[in-house]
C-alpha cells in the first residue's frame, strides 16, 4: 500500500497556512489566558466559579510545563499560550484528517462529516454527554470526538481545551483548516511537514538570536523531516534484508540473475524492497544491478547481510526510533511489518496491526508534541489500512516523551505517594526526581540503565501505583476553588507527569533489535552547557556533535546483535576530533553498509548545510568482515541521489583495514598504494589569500609610513 508525498505546490500552500495558523492562534491563545489572569498573583473579581476553578488548573499546567512562578505569585504563561495555541488548531486539523479519511466518529458505529457535527450541534433532541451538549460549533463537536478517538494524543481532562478562543479567530483558523487542498489530507508526508512549518518561524528566531541552543531552543532547531527514499533505504536494507534472509532460499542465493530477480523473490505485497541492495560475497568492487561484473561467480547475499543473529519471530523483533519527530520513520516500519506478519503468521489485517503495535514498534521523543503527531500517524494508518475495518480500538501505543518537564517540586510527588500509601512509589518517584531533572534538554540521551536503582526497577508497578494514586486523587477532588483544591490539582498533575515519565523510562531502559532514526544535528559550540557537560561526561569520544553523541546512545539501545540504521553528518567518517569513535565502531562493532549521500540530500536544504549518509551497524566484531559502500555524493538531486542508491554501483570493503587509515578514517579504500596527500605537499598555514605578495604593504615599505 503505497500513498504519494506532497507534491511541492501543495506543500508550499500548506506551510503558508500552518505559518499564518500558528500565528493567530497565539495571539488567540494569549487573549483567552490573560483573559483568565493565570499569570496574576490573584484571580480577578470579574471570575466567576467555574473560571476560577479552571484559572487554579491552568496555573498548575503551566508551571508543570516549565513556566516560573515568582514569590510574589506572578507566574509566566509563555509555554501555557505555546501549548494551548498548538493542541487547539492540532485539534482541528486532527479532525479533518479524521473526515477526510472517512474516520470521524461519533460512536463506534456512527461516521460523521463536519456538516453532519453542525446539524449535531443544533439539534437539541438528539442526547449527548456533557463536554458534547457545551459543544457550540461543528467544529468543536468534531474536536471533541476526536478527543475521544485519541486520548493518547489529547488528555480528554485537560484543562487546555475549556479554554475558548474568541469567535473571531477561531472563524480564521476554521477557514484555514478548510481551505487547504484535499489531497493534502491524503498524502504520505503531510504530518511529517506539519510540524516542521509549525515550528520554520521558532527555528528562524532562535537562529537569528545565536543563542546557545538549550531545553526551549532545542525541538525546533533540531526538527528535519527525513525524506522518504531515506527512510526506504534504511529500512530496505536492514529490516528488509533480514526479511530475504528468512524468504529465499541457497538456490535463490546460488542461481539468481540479478539483483531485481532476488527483489522480486523476496517481496511480497505492500514491500517492494525497491532499496534492497545485493553483491556476490568473496568478491571486492562489485558493480551495480545487472552489471557483467556482478554475475561472475560468487554467491549472492545482501549488501548488507541476513542480520542472522536477529529473531526468527517478528514477534520477538523489537523496533525503536528514539528520535521519532512526527513519526516517519514509525509509520514506514508499519506499512512493512504488517504485510510481513500477515504473510509469516497467516494474520488478518487487524489482528497483524494490533500485534505490530503491541510488540514491534516503540518510539520516544524530547518533544511531546512530536510525539503526538508520531501518534496520530500511525493510528491513522492503522485505521485506513485496506481491509482492517476503519475505526476501531487499538492496543496502546509503545510512543512517550522523553523530554517531559520536572517543574513540580518533588515534595508534591512525596504527597502523592503518602496519600496512596506506598513507600516504593514514593523510593521510585524520588529515583525518576533525579534521573529526569534535566529530561526537557536531553531526552532520549537519558540512560536508565547505567543506574543500579534502575537495573532492578519495574516500570509496569511503577505505573500501576501512578494509575492506583491518581486515581485516588482525582476521586478526592472538592467542588470549591479553595487552596486546598489548588494543592491537589499541584499533586495531580505531577502525578500525570510522573506517569508518563515511568513509561519514557520504561522504553529508555529498553533494548532493541532495531534503532533506526534520523538524529538531531548540533555542534558542540551551539549547545547550551548542559549538553557538553552531559556528552563529555558520558560520551567523551563523541562529545563534538550531539549527532554523533546519538549515533553511541543508539547503539547502547541495541540488544545483544542488534542493529543502528540512522541518518547522520558525514563529518565523523574522517574529522580528526572523532578519531576515537572511529576506533570504537571499527574494532567493536559490525559496519554493514554505508551510504554517501553528499550535499543536496535533504529536499528542503539547498547548498552544502548538511552532508549527510546513511548508516547501518551491528553490535558484532566485524574484524574479519567486509561492509558495503555507495557514493552517490556526486547526484545533484534528490530525485538522483535516490535512483542512484537503487541501482548504482555497490562497493566493499575490509573493516579492519580501515585501522591502517591515518586516524582510522572509514573512507572505503583497501589499497595500501594509496597515499594520502600529505605524503605530497604541506601545507604552512591554513586557508587564506593567495595574492596577499601584490596588495598587502608593511608601514615599513611606504616612504614616510614610520616617523618618530
Not at 484543562?159 to 477557514?175: D, G, I, M
Not at 533506526?516 to 549547545?527: D, E, F
Request: net charge negative; with cysteine; hydrophobic share 40%.
Amino acid at each position: 500500500m503505497t500513498r504519494k508525498p506532497l507534491d511541492k505546490a501543495l506543500r508550499r500552500a500548506l506551510e503558508t497556512t500552518i505559518v499564518k495558523a500558528r500565528d493567530i492562534a497565539e495571539q488567540a491563545a494569549t487573549q483567552a489566558v490573560k483573559r483568565l489572569g493565570v499569570g496574576d498573583a490573584k484571580p480577578a473579581d470579574y471570575l466567576n466559579d467555574e473560571q476560577r476553578k479552571l484559572r487554579i488548573r491552568l496555573r498548575a499546567h503551566s508551571r508543570q510545563l516549565g513556566d516560573n512562578k515568582d514569590a510574589n505569585g506572578q507566574q509566566s504563561i509563555r509555554k501555557l499560550v505555546t501549548e494551548v495555541a498548538y493542541e487547539h488548531w492540532h485539534r482541528m486539523l486532527f479532525a479533518r484528517f479524521l473526515e477526510q479519511n472517512n474516520l470521524l466518529m461519533y460512536d463506534e458505529h456512527t461516521q460523521l462529516t463536519l456538516a453532519e457535527c453542525n446539524e449535531l450541534v443544533q439539534d437539541p433532541d438528539v442526547a449527548r454527554d456533557e463536554r458534547e451538549r457545551h459543544c457550540q460549533s461543528g467544529w468543536e463537536l468534531a474536536g471533541v470526538l476526536a478527543s475521544k478517538m485519541l486520548p493518547q494524543i489529547f488528555r480528554i481532562d485537560s484543562p487546555v481545551f475549556e479554554l475558548e478562543l474568541a469567535p473571531e479567530h477561531q472563524r480564521s483558523l476554521e477557514q484555514l483548516v478548510t481551505g487547504l487542498d484535499l489531497v493534502t489530507f491524503q498524502a504520505q508526508d503531510s504530518l511529517g511537514w506539519v510540524y516542521q512549518f509549525w515550528q520554520s518561524k521558532r527555528k528562524e528566531e532562535v537562529n537569528k538570536s545565536e543563542v546557545k541552543i538549550g531545553a526551549d531552543e532545542l525541538s525546533p532547531v533540531t526538527q528535519l523531516f527525513t525524506e522518504p527514499y531515506m527512510v526506504s533505504f534504511l529500512l530496505d536494507n536492514s529490516l528488509g534484508a533480514w526479511w530475504a534472509g528468512q524468504r529465499l532460499t541457497d538456490s535463490d542465493w546460488q542461481h539468481a540473475n540479478s539483483e531485481q530477480e532476488l527483489r522480486d523473490k523476496a517481496a511480497i505485497p505492500g514491500v517492494p524492497l525497491s532499496y534492497l541492495r545485493f553483491v556476490k560475497d568473496g568478491l571486492q568492487n562489485v558493480g551495480s544491478a545487472d552489471s557483467a561484473v556482478a554475475n561472475i561467480g560468487g554467491k549472492w547475499q545482501p549488501a548488507s547481510g541476513t542480520f542472522d543473529a536477529w529473531p526468527k519471530q517478528m514477534s520477538e523483533l523489537k523496533a525503536l526510533d528514539p528520535c521519532c519527530g512526527s513519526g516517519h520513520f514509525l509509520v514506514a516500519a508499519f506499512l512493512m511489518m504488517v504485510p510481513m506478519r500477515m504473510h509469516a503468521e497467516g494474520l488478518a489485517p487487524p489482528q497483524a496491526i494490533d500485534r505490530v503495535l503491541s510488540e514491534n514498534l516503540h518510539g520516544l521523543e524530547l518533544d511531546q508534541r512530536c510525539v503526538e503527531l508520531a501518534a496520530f500517524a500511525v493510528a491513522l494508518e492503522a485505521w485506513r489500512y485496506p481491509e482492517a475495518g476503519g475505526y476501531r480500538s487499538l492496543p496502546e501505543l509503545h510512543l512517550a516523551c522523553s523530554g517531559l518537564s520536572i517543574a513540580a517540586a518533588r515534595d508534591e510527588w512525596k504527597e502523592l505517594s503518602r496519600k496512596a500509601g506506598k513507600q516504593n512509589l514514593s523510593i521510585a518517584l524520588d529515583w525518576m526526581y533525579q534521573t529526569f531533572q534535566d529530561a526537557p534538554i536531553l531526552g532520549s540521551l537519558i540512560n536508565p540503565r547505567r543506574s543500579k536503582a534502575a537495573q532492578i526497577a519495574k516500570w509496569s508497578e511503577l505505573q500501576q501505583l501512578m494509575d492506583e494514586a491518581l486515581s485516588q486523587e482525582q476521586n478526592k477532588q472538592h467542588s470549591e476553588a479553595d487552596e486546598d483544591t489548588a494543592a491537589r490539582i499541584n499533586c495531580l498533575e505531577a502525578g500525570i507527569i510522573a506517569q508518563g515519565l515511568a513509561k519514557a523510562a520504561d522504553l529508555l531502559a529498553g533494548q532493541y533489535t532495531l534503532v533506526i532514526t534520523n538524529v538531531p544535528y548540533l555542534a558542540r559550540g551551539k549547545q547550551a552547557s548542559k549538553i557538553c557537560s552531559f556528552s563529555e561526561e558520558n560520551y567523551p569520544a563523541s562529545q563534538h556533535d550531539l549527532a554523533t553523541v546519538f549515533l553511541e546512545r543508539c547503539l547502547e539501545f541495541c540488544s545483544q546483535y542488534g542493529t543502528i540504521s540512522i541518518v547522520t553528518p558525514q563529518n565523523w567518517l574522517f574529522q580528526k576530533s572523532y578519531k576515537r569513535v572511529r576506533e570504537k565502531i571499527i574494532k567493536l562493532e559490525s559496519i554493514d553498509f554505508l551510504a554517501k549521500l553528499g550535499a543536496g540530500a535533504f529536499d528542503t536544504i539547498s547548498g552544502e548545510v548538511v552532508k549527510a549518509i546513511l548508516f547501518t551497524a551491528s553490535r558484532l566484531n566485524g574484524d574479519e568482515k567486509n561492509f558495503s559502500s555507495i557514493d552517490v555524493s556526486s547526484s545533484r538531486s534528490v530525485v538522483d541521489k535516490s535512483h542512484v542508491l537503487a541501482v548504482g554501483d555497490v562497493s566493499r570493503f575490509s573493516q579492519i583495514k580501515q585501522l591502517e587509515n591515518p586516524d582510522f578514517r572509514i573512507v572505503g579504500v583497501d589499497r595500501a598504494d594509496i597515499l594520502p596527500l600529505e605524503y605530497f605537499v604541506s601545507a604552512l598555514h591554513g586557508q587564506a589569500a593567495g595574492d596577499n605578495t601584490a596588495f598587502n604593504r608593511y608601514f615599513w615599505e611606504i616612504p614616510g609610513g614610520c616617523r618618530s
